[in-house]
């Protein structure tokens, strides 16, 4: 019995430690924008109006097609009375009951011309439709934007709590030697306090970047609509998608390409046609008309085969006084579109030109913390090399630590910096999407 608990003991902890393995996920940057733009409240959002404006689209085109109505009633009539105008001279005559009557129309109608409202609205939702398809995609590369953010610097939290406690087991040991030292009456007790400091400091920097690293993971797995509970691990391997290409140097690209840019140009062409739709009012609306009647009167008449057709015109006379107004609207509107897309196009210029110096201080920062890094290890050796010998103390000692421990995170964290600013700058262009094979749908 003893040996079956143990085994059941042994199976429930082998089977704990490996769900306990399983809540840290390595999640390559590409699978993780894929399930952003799959899984995203955002995507689903933009996707769900994109199929709003298709149907929008399609009840437009409907337009132009015949309107078809049939109609049909039956009447029971209560001792109705007729009156012959044809035998208007039988008075004598007994007069039939009349208490059924049936009715049945098929009417047709196909519009002819319009004013050409029917073609410019559906210009105007053609237009629209457009304009959502590239809102959507705008949305796409923003929530991609999104995830490599907070990847980055999940990666970056990560990469500092490895190195400070790194740092922490050194500082530690430091302090372990101190303690000897100090029984000894080698260092003032003071030495002694100040790498405790040390130790405590490193401490609260790693509980500080542990809570940031909780949040930041919270917001990734909550935006791929992943387990709560999901705990990523952003490793070096990662980071196989980043590839540097072809560098913008200028807004070019950025004109040509950004979506948003592209979504409030069909916004101007709508606006466009709305302003062809308003003045198309003036226009009267002509119709070929067409029909079929069936009627029967209970022992009176039956009416069959009635057929009609012609040519039906209707004109508001009220659009003469009230449609000014409408068309000045919708011309107003055009130039708000107008003005929006000025202000978009120098808002890009700014943000790329932004992103382009970002991205060049970057790679200089890159270049420096490596010079740093060689400069502060070598003055780490240097000072230790004078504290063991005496001829520097306890405060020149911990200053070259902190220095090297910062240069270390520095140069560890420089490439995840170029990395996040290079996604940025082809944000900027426009060509983010272009970088992943990212699903459309």
């Known amino acids: 019995m003893k040996v079956s608990q143990f085994m059941l003991f042994g199976i429930f902890f082998i089977g704990i430690s490996s769900a306990a393995a399983q809540e840290k996920t390595s999640l390559p940057l590409n699978e993780a924008i894929n399930l952003a733009w799959t899984n995203s409240n955002e995507v689903t959002l933009a996707n769900t109006k994109v199929t709003t404006k298709k149907y929008e689209l399609q009840s437009k085109k409907n337009n132009q097609y015949p309107d078809l109505k049939l109609s049909g009633q039956y009447q029971r009539l209560a001792n109705a009375a007729v009156d012959f105008k044809l035998n208007q001279n039988n008075n004598a005559q007994q007069l039939p009951l009349v208490n059924q009557l049936m009715i049945g129309q098929l009417s047709a ?36 934007l999104r995830v490599i953010d907070y990847y980055t610097r999940l990666y970056k939290a990560q990469k500092r709590i490895e190195l400070l406690k790194e740092n922490q087991k050194s500082a530690q040991q430091r302090v372990k030697d101190f303690i000897e030292l100090e029984k000894n009456g080698i260092i003032p007790r003071n030495d002694l306090l100040k790498s405790q400091l040390q130790v405590s400091k490193i401490q609260l920097n790693l509980d500080e970047i542990n809570t940031n690293l909780k949040i930041i993971n919270f917001y990734l797995v909550t935006l ?48 466009e046609a709305n302003i062809k739709i308003a003045k198309g009012f003036y226009y009267p609306t002509i119709a070929i008309i067409g029909g079929y009647t069936a009627l029967d009167l209970s022992n009176v008449i039956t009416v069959q085969n009635a057929m009609n057709i012609g040519v039906g015109i209707s004109y508001d006379l009220s659009t003469i006084l ?120």
């Open 224 to 271: 791929l609509k992943l387990n709560p509970e999901t705990k990523l691990e952003i490793r070096e391997s990662d980071f196989a998608d980043f590839e540097i290409t072809t560098i913008p140097t200028n807004d070019h690209l950025a004109i040509e390409n950004r979506k948003d840019l592209e979504a409030l140009r069909f916004q101007g062409k709508a606006s």
């Open 109 to 144: 109608s196909v519009p002819v011309f319009s004013g050409f409202k029917i073609h410019n609205s559906i210009a105007v939702q053609e237009n629209l439709y457009q304009d959502e398809m590239a809102t959507t995609s705008q949305t796409k590369d923003e929530i991609a």
């Open 322 to 441: 009230k449609n000014g107004t409408t068309v000045k609207l919708a011309e107003n509107k055009f130039v708000e579109v107008q003005n929006s897309e000025a202000m978009l196009m120098d808002y890009i210029k700014i943000q790329v030109q932004k992103s382009i110096e970002d991205y060049d201080l970057s790679l200089k920062q890159n270049v420096v913390f490596s010079e740093a890094l060689e400069q502060s290890a070598e003055n780490y050796r240097i000072i230790k090399d004078k504290y063991d010998n005496g001829l520097s103390d306890t405060n020149d000692l911990l200053e070259a630590d902190v220095e090297q421990l910062s240069s270390k995170i520095n140069k560890a964290l420089a490439k995840a910096n170029t990395f996040q600013k290079y996604y940025e700058l082809l944000s900027a262009t426009g060509q983010l999407s272009q970088t992943f094979t990212i699903s459309k749908n």
